[in-house]
């Protein structure tokens, strides 16, 4: 299986403290992997279709002096929460959003997205949707999200312990090795998880522990610190608690997207684990072809 090589980082920010923790972990991944990094912010103000020619006129000297206002506190936001020997850039766009990063993200050849996430649940976020999720959704690249009220912002940006939920599947096997070569590269304890049926009294753990530790293989242990677990249960309540029992800095995990936009089903192991660990997650998507038609 090739290696996950990471080149260019995109991290879309919008001031907000979500997204300044998302910039102080694009700086650490980025660091640690030798990468560059573009921070972007897109912002969008459109003229109703009832504005005269002056009132339109009007808006665009607006959006101008916006538009350098933003610039200019963009620089400043980055020299706050990046690296200083960082090479990175800064890039201000009048569009949507979702447009405008999932345009950046194909036209630069982006290795990584990095975005903060409000955290909307239920019908908030059905009626209001979500940036991240549209982009989660899209992109070809892997999405690392970091939730509100995650650990202190300064504390985000150094990865000390990963987790990655496997359960012996392809996809299983792909998360594994881009949380393997996150590993290597920033130095972390490695935790392997496999959630096994449940059975009475707890039986089968001892066993399913030991086919997981089988699975590693000999050469992943030399290059990196490596431990498994095993647990029952529901896999993605128990992600979000071995997450928090191992005090882990980064889950990563795997998503089988679904349909020709790429569309997740709500509710899935990998929806709820973003919505809750209590840490910063790094999902690995992998997108079903479109069948062809005769």
Known sequence: ?????????????????????????????????????????????????????????????????????????????????????????????????????????????????????????????????????????QTGAPVLTVGPGIKPVASLGVIRRILCPVNYSSLAEIAFEHARTLAEKTGAQLTLLNIAEETPSGQGLDEAQRVLCDWVAPAVRERCSVKEVARQGNSAEQIVAEAKSSGADLVVIGAQSRGSLGTMLFGSTTEVVIHRAPCPVFTVVRRERSPRHN
């Open 1 to 137: 299986m090739a290696e996950f090589k990471l080149k260019r980082v995109l991290c879309p920010v919008d001031f907000s403290e979500p997204s300044a923790a998302a910039l102080r972990m694009a700086g650490g991944v980025a660091k640690a992997f030798g990468a560059e990094l573009t921070v972007l912010h897109a912002q969008i103000l459109e003229a109703p279709v009832y504005f005269t020619v002056a009132q339109t006129q009007a808006l665009k000297a607006q959006l101008r002096r916006s538009t350098q206002a933003a610039h200019a506190h963009l620089a400043d936001f980055v020299v706050k929460y990046l690296p200083a020997d960082l090479t990175r850039s800064i890039e201000v766009v009048e569009d949507d959003p979702v447009v405008a990063i999932l345009r950046t993200a194909k036209n630069w050849k982006a290795g990584l997205v990095v975005m903060g996430t409000h955290g909307r649940t239920g019908l908030t976020k059905v009626r209001l949707g979500s940036v991240m999720e549209s982009v989660l959704r």
